[in-house]
């Protein structure tokens, strides 16, 4: 996620921010917005990386590469799509063949983010780990998010992964159990 510091910028990022079906952006604590792994902002993340490596980290880590599967409607994402599949975009809400390839074409963002991240850190800065900060699968599914954990995992593009447990995650994305989501806290945090 990023802020947006300017109505200029704002243009900008809006065509690279998580849109919804009615054209609305997708905040996160009301200032901030949750930003689609288009190229273009995949390079402004690079561009961040470089600059935190002038600081000679022993690890870099990469928060929360997901995506909200229902808030793929910007044009930046629609391009990436049309970029990808050499078709017109089509609404991931439509199909589960459309929610399958809008997934699919985000888990490929994400990874040739990551990707770039890692060439640039092999070549520059070989001793900087980098890590991924993530919440678990069920939290993801409960919440309509596509996250590429495994991808990164088992692809060798990340030395490690955080689990992040928090209390909205642990309450909000309760699993069914004898027809009822019970607040399991100790187990919520244990899958997390």
Same mark, same amino acid.
């Given at each position: 996620?990023? #802020?947006?510091?300017?109505?200029?910028?704002?243009?900008?990022?809006?065509?690279?921010?998580?849109? &919804?079906?009615?054209?609305?952006? %997708? +905040?996160?604590?009301?200032?901030?917005? =949750?930003?689609?792994?288009?190229?273009? =902002?995949? #390079?402004?993340?690079?561009?961040?990386? %470089?600059?935190? /490596?002038?600081?000679?980290?022993?690890?870099? /880590?990469?928060?929360?590469?997901?995506? @909200?599967?229902?808030? !793929?409607?910007?044009?930046? @994402?629609?391009?990436?799509?049309?970029?990808? =599949? &050499?078709?017109?975009?089509?609404?991931?809400?439509?199909?589960?063949?459309?929610?399958? %390839? !809008?997934?699919? +074409?985000? &888990?490929? $963002?994400?990874?040739?983010?990551?990707?770039?991240?890692?060439?640039?850190?092999?070549? &520059?800065?070989?001793?900087?780990? $980098?890590?991924?900060?993530?919440?678990?699968? +069920?939290?993801?599914?409960?919440?309509?998010?596509?996250? /590429?954990?495994? !991808? @990164?995992?088992?692809?060798? +593009?990340?030395?490690?992964?955080?689990?992040?447990?928090?209390?909205? /995650?642990?309450?909000?994305?309760?699993?069914?159990?004898?027809?009822?989501?019970? #607040?399991?806290? @100790?187990?919520?945090?244990?899958?997390?």
């Amino acid at each position: 996620s990023t #802020r947006v510091r300017s109505s200029a910028a704002s243009d900008v990022y809006k065509r690279q921010v998580h849109t &919804n079906q009615d054209g609305t952006l %997708k +905040l996160h604590s009301g200032t901030t917005y =949750y930003m689609l792994p288009t190229r273009y =902002y995949a #390079r402004y993340k690079l561009d961040l990386v %470089k600059k935190a /490596c002038e600081f000679e980290p022993t690890y870099l /880590c990469i928060e929360e590469p997901e995506v @909200f599967v229902y808030a !793929t409607y910007a044009d930046g @994402f629609k391009e990436e799509w049309e970029d990808y =599949y &050499n078709e017109p975009w089509q609404d991931p809400l439509s199909s589960a063949e459309a929610r399958y %390839k !809008t997934s699919k +074409l985000i &888990n490929h $963002l994400w990874q040739s983010y990551f990707q770039a991240v890692r060439d640039y850190l092999d070549e &520059n800065h070989p001793d900087v780990k $980098l890590l991924v900060a993530a919440h678990d699968v +069920l939290n993801y599914d409960h919440h309509q998010i596509v996250s /590429c954990i495994n !991808t @990164f995992t088992q692809s060798g +593009l990340v030395d490690g992964l955080i689990g992040q447990t928090w209390s909205d /995650c642990i309450y909000g994305a309760g699993s069914a159990y004898g027809g009822s989501y019970p #607040r399991r806290l @100790f187990e919520r945090a244990w899958i997390e």
